[in-house]
């Protein structure tokens, strides 16, 4: 265990926080390299050649990519490093690859057709057009849904016209896009618009009147480094479109490319964002603290740490989704922008560090009353918390979820116990208790946002979801301690029942299942799944712990399998079950070794 902490406090950037290192991103990669060549191939060529370099090197044994290195091929991803091959190269370069990926997606779709590719593509991502719409874009750009004007009816006009509409009433309109996705709705909505415009000449006049304003919308919520919240795939997506407009030149699109530019890395990736450092920051703090550690490091650095996250709560009216001050977001770079996980994150990391000696003055009790605040105003009616806005949609990244409703949960419970007397939570934690229970399964699992599983059938990753509201649970205020003790209770009877046989977790596939794959568990699912076995041992009255041989056995079981894993591997190895925007994986390196110090 100190081996552990000690090699987590050597990962910190300086006497700031904890960087960490996100994989390399097949898909960033690809659009990447889509968006240089859309602009200036000549001026790009050591860029796009390092990125396609990168891509031949990673692909997967069927010809095929995933989104990271440890992914399995998926239809979106392939798509568009065929197309960034397509209109990169037309020599023997790619030649074999791009040959072995038409193979692929003909077998995945049944054929190469645009139909067929299109159909694909749009089942995979429902009534969600953030993420389809750009990727038929692209591949309508690349040549491969045919060679004329044809082929954009495969692609969804997105109705860019309404961006310049008041924001504040986005939430009654019905948006096609999650709220995160504004600068794909205007620039993807404005190529397909230059194309294909609408047959209905109202429509089609309205949009054509809206192209400018919407272009000075787009600039606007545009950061001052050009990264559409920070996130590579983003940013290239609306390049490439503008490029395709004959904009190569405007300043949107020059400052995305200069953003693209800075983000390769020395091995010709991109990641699918810059960085998550105020998230792995607050995780590292939260981590440390859970395993009684934080004490190890000198009341300086911990007062460092208090004051890095203060620095990063933003104190003025966001101009991306006009979101009110008091929250933070994942990363202290200026793309991003505050969301409700993080915000969590922040205000518990904060009274950690003030449990562990940091003094409680002015700035820290501002900084946890206002994030508490900011989350409530953005509790959903239904109770539950979404990520960025309240009320915008019913798309997944819009809806409340249960990951992120009981990290508020633990938010507001931190703020009331630091806080005794000056704060009362007790009606928004109610609510969203209420939530939880409605949305817990029948057997006891709950199912998250923003984490997920390859091997589910949904890819849904129901051991992290559980694991991480049963923790929230736990920590909730007494007085309502009766409304969270059956629902902690049937969670952790749930969890036991998909534990492995050799003491591991995957992400919800049954142990029956597991036995003859135990290369599906994660070192990251594992020690989640045993913080919350802890801690929901912990709740129980003393005199019934001894009885609990089952709970006791897994939590044996599952140290024993984690202390194997380090004992072979060394270093602890990350697995792909971060979920990002639009069904897109990614690992972190610091994620497993994060989860082991809570755990272990």
Request: charged letters at 20%; proline letters at 5%; a negative charge.
């Amino acid at each position: 265990m100190e081996d552990l902490t000690v090699r987590l406090l050597e990962k910190r950037q300086g006497n700031i926080g904890w960087t960490g290192m996100l994989s390399g991103s097949a898909l960033s990669t690809a659009v990447s390299v889509f968006a240089f060549n859309m602009n200036d191939p000549a001026a790009y060529h050591r860029q796009i050649e390092a990125g396609l370099n990168w891509l031949l090197q990673n692909v997967n044994d069927d010809g095929a990519w995933g989104d990271t290195v440890k992914s399995c091929s998926n239809i979106s991803t392939t798509l568009l490093v065929l197309a960034a091959m397509e209109k990169a190269d037309g020599s023997d370069f790619t030649f074999a690859a791009r040959e072995k990926a038409r193979i692929w997606i003909a077998g995945y779709c049944g054929s190469m057709q645009p139909q067929d590719i299109a159909r694909a593509v749009y089942s995979r991502y429902d009534n969600d057009k953030t993420f389809s719409a750009p990727i038929m874009t692209v591949c309508a750009l690349a040549g491969l849904l045919g060679d004329d004007r044809r082929c954009w009816q495969y692609v969804s006009a997105l109705p860019f016209e309404l961006s310049v509409m008041p924001q504040r009433i986005y939430g009654y309109i019905g948006f096609p896009v999650v709220s995160y996705a504004l600068p794909a709705l205007i620039a993807i909505g404005q190529v397909v618009h230059h194309f294909n415009p609408s047959a209905n000449p109202l429509i089609s006049s309205v949009r054509k009147a809206a192209i400018k304003p919407s272009l000075a919308r787009l600039a606007k919520i545009q950061p001052e480094n050009g990264g559409f919240l920070e996130a590579s795939p983003l940013t290239a997506f609306v390049a490439a479109s503008l490029a395709a407009k004959g904009l190569s030149e405007h300043r949107v699109t020059q400052k995305c490319l200069s953003f693209l530019q800075g983000s390769q890395r020395s091995d010709g990736s991109w990641p699918i964002d810059t960085d998550l450092a105020v998230w792995l920051t607050t995780l590292s703090i939260n981590a440390l603290a859970r395993a009684g550690s934080l004490t190890v490091m000198p009341a300086i650095e911990r007062s460092s740490l208090a004051r890095y996250i203060l620095s990063c709560q933003y104190d003025v009216v966001h101009p991306y989704t006009l979101s009110k001050p008091g929250g933070w977001s994942w990363t202290d770079k200026p793309g991003a922008v505050p969301d409700a996980d993080d915000t969590a994150g922040a205000i518990v990391a904060l009274a950690n560090l003030v449990r562990s000696g940091v003094a409680l003055d002015d700035s820290v009790t501002h900084a946890i009353v206002s994030g508490s605040k900011w989350l409530c105003g953005i509790q959903n009616r239904d109770g539950g918390l979404p990520t960025f806005c309240r009320g915008w949609g019913k798309l997944p990244f819009d809806r409340s979820c249960n990951d992120i409703t009981a990290h508020a949960i633990a938010a507001w419970s931190a703020a009331m116990a630091i806080l005794p007397g000056k704060v009362d939570y007790t009606a928004e934690i109610t609510r969203a208790l209420h939530f939880l229970a409605h949305q817990q399964a029948r057997d006891g699992w709950w199912e998250p946002l923003w984490f997920g599983s390859e091997y589910m059938p949904e890819q849904t990753n129901p051991v992290y979801g559980t694991s991480r509201v049963i923790v929230a649970l736990a920590d909730v205020p007494s007085e309502l301690i009766y409304l969270a003790r059956p629902m902690l209770e049937r969670a952790t009877s749930w969890l036991l029942t998909v534990q492995c046989s050799s003491g591991g977790f995957s992400g919800g596939v049954s142990a029956r299942i597991l036995n003859s794959q135990e290369d599906l568990c994660s070192i990251e699912e594992t020690a989640l799944a045993l913080t919350a076995l802890k801690t929901a041992l912990a709740q129980l009255p003393v005199e019934k712990q001894a009885k609990t041989e089952k709970l006791q056995q897994g939590i044996v079981r599952a140290t024993d399998y984690l202390k194997a894993r380090l004992d072979a591997d060394g270093e602890p190895e990350p697995a792909p079950i971060g979920f990002y925007f639009a069904k897109l994986w990614y690992y972190e390196e610091l994620y497993p070794l994060i989860f082991l110090v809570s755990a272990l």
